[in-house]
């Protein structure tokens, strides 16, 4: 094995190393203690995309509250929640604002610790989905310190719920449709005679609800995304200070809060963008960002309305590729490398659930049959690179027997070296394309990194002694395989070349530094790295076996008008 294979390994040890020490997950600082849930279980939804309405009242009354401005309101009025069971969620509405105060995706079970049997809840207890306030005119009146009547359960048969009110001497109606079989609610807002220069505000959840068993890794995942004009970007917590407001000017067409797998978005219609976003922090609990400040604004039309969605579930590839927008790449792999992480990302995921509809294997199983793929299509592309490495091997001795001769003439080794190429069919290039096809895994990998970190089809999939494989093995048995194997390639490889002792160190450091760099790696990660190297141990055979085959490596000498090459005894 030469020097350009070795180049190689230790350009893939540095895509590895590299890749956690530029896209760190959040410090792992123990935060304060997370409230108790105060959501009451609610059973599961009929498979029916129909919602059921239920409601209750809560005596509380709603204290005297200031936003902005000098308009404040006393409300009394006891608060009536109401509870909208669909398909996939389940919605908590509140009278107080006419707002969606929870969301529990039913579908989905939550991981947390001591959380077993339960499902995904994206908003903290006593937290909110959406707040709204509007902005008329000079004041601004935050919409929960006015008690709302639900007006309406439906519409024409289309499931849906209807608010109405009065608020600063404007009739104000809040209405959502849900979308069937979807994670979907349509908003639509009016505000009777309302002063030019009307907004609706929506704050977004100051934070979401984690629901993995690493908690703090989800915390560290806590962003805002946007989209505008046509470019995604996202902001976490972490970066947002506390003591500044941070402002976007739109067209916005969505904003999001966002953990690991899960996001509360606000899609705006193609009529009427969001106009700014400002966000900034909020006070943090030992270091920890977990709760941050939102707000996007949507002007209201000339007859006082604004409409948007809010998709409230999981960060599903192809269903958020079916809501446009770019709404798929809300979590943006690769950070500041997005543009060149993010295409080779798209399409192993695209790769990687067309395999899965098609063989209806377990992810596993797709895993070890993709890497299996890849290998084969690189097969030939290897097959030539490994060969011309083998010729570039045993030209070397003749090479340097040019440069030593020509060392004081640059022009006569130049062109001496040529002739050696032509006359063995080569070119200066061939170094570098026989480095080439062993690097062409690595975007792959560079990818599946991201991949495997936030994407939710591999959310608690288990296979074999693996619970979960975008969680790293809790036996450790994938990294040391993929160690193993990588030692055994190697290995093989060596055989039949000249002794180089720098060679043989590295056949033994390199996978000693890799396993211990992808021990806490995704087992899932693991699995498709060794499963690659497994793969590639055929053809390293038999190219070794090619090697010793075709005999010693000539060596050269310089003595005499021009270098002649002996053969190793």
């Not at 960060?315 to 079916?322: A, G």
Request: charged fraction near 20%; aromatic fraction near 8%.
């Amino acid at each position: 094995m030469d020097k350009r294979f070795f180049l190689a390994l230790v350009l893939t040890a540095i895509v590895i190393v590299a890749t956690p020490l530029l896209f760190p997950s959040a410090s792992r600082r123990p935060v304060g203690p997370v409230p108790a849930d105060s959501t009451r279980q609610v059973p599961p939804a009929a498979d029916t995309d129909v919602p059921r309405v239920t409601s209750s009242v809560q005596t509380a009354p709603i204290a005297e509250a200031r936003f902005d401005s000098s308009v404040s309101i006393r409300n009394a009025a006891p608060v009536e929640t109401t509870t909208v069971r669909t398909k996939r969620s389940t919605y908590t509405f509140s009278s107080r604002g006419a707002a969606p105060i929870s969301v529990v995706l039913d579908s989905y079970p939550s991981r947390r610790p001591m959380a077993a049997g339960s499902r995904a809840e994206l908003v903290q207890p006593r937290g909110t989905l959406a707040r709204y306030r509007l902005a008329l005119g000079r004041d601004t009146v935050a919409l929960d310190t006015v008690s709302m009547r639900l007006v309406q359960h439906d519409t024409a048969g289309v499931p849906s719920l209807v608010y109405a009110g009065d608020v600063a001497g404007h009739t104000v109606q809040i209405g959502y449709t849900f979308v069937p079989d979807s994670f979907l609610v349509r908003v639509t807002g009016s505000v009777a005679a309302a002063p030019t220069g009307s907004a609706l505000l929506i704050d977004l959840p100051r934070t979401l609800r984690s629901n993995e068993p690493d908690t703090l890794d989800d915390i560290g995942h806590l962003a805002v995304s946007y989209r505008r004009r046509s470019e995604v970007k996202s902001v976490g917590f972490g970066k947002l200070d506390t003591a500044e407001v941070r402002t976007e000017t739109g067209p916005l067409d969505w904003a999001a809060a966002r953990n690991k797998y899960f996001l509360v978005a606000y899609r705006a219609t193609q009529k009427q963008p969001f106009s700014s976003l400002q966000m900034h922090g909020l006070p943090r609990k030992d270091k920890v960002a977990a709760e941050a400040s939102a707000t996007v604004s949507e002007p209201l039309s000339s007859g006082g309305t604004a409409t948007f969605d809010i998709y409230a579930g999981p960060q599903d590839f192809e269903r958020l590729q079916r809501l446009g927008a770019d709404l798929d790449q809300v979590n943006p792999y690769g950070g500041w490398l997005q543009g060149v992480v993010q295409p080779f990302a798209t399409i192993v995921m695209k790769a990687l659930l067309w395999m899965k509809r098609t063989t209806q294997l377990n992810y596993g199983w797709v895993l070890v049959l993709f890497g299996v793929l890849i290998r084969l299509a690189l097969w030939p592309l290897n097959q030539g690179a490994m060969r011309t490495s083998m010729k570039m091997q045993r030209l070397q001795p003749e090479l340097q027997a040019i440069q030593k001769k020509y060392s004081d003439d640059p022009k006569r080794q130049q062109e001496a070296i040529m002739k050696v190429y032509k006359d063995h069919g080569m070119s200066p290039l061939s170094p570098l394309m026989g480095c080439l096809p062993m690097l062409l895994p690595m975007p792959i990998l560079f990818a599946l990194y991201f991949v495997f970190q936030n994407t939710i089809e591999f959310r608690g999939v288990s296979f074999l002694w693996l619970p979960d494989i975008s969680l790293k093995d809790p036996f450790y048995i994938t990294p040391l395989l993929m160690g193993v194997s990588m030692f055994v390639m190697s290995w093989i490889g060596m055989k039949g070349a000249p002794p180089n002792p720098q060679a043989k160190m590295m056949t033994y450091m390199m996978p000693v530094m890799l396993t211990v760099l992808f021990l806490n790696f995704a087992s899932g990660l693991n699995l498709y790295y060794a499963v690659q190297n497994i793969a590639a141990l055929p053809q390293q055979w038999l190219l070794a076996r090619e090697r010793a085959q075709a005999g010693p490596t000539p060596v050269a000498t310089v003595s005499g008008p021009s270098p002649t090459v002996k053969r190793r005894s």
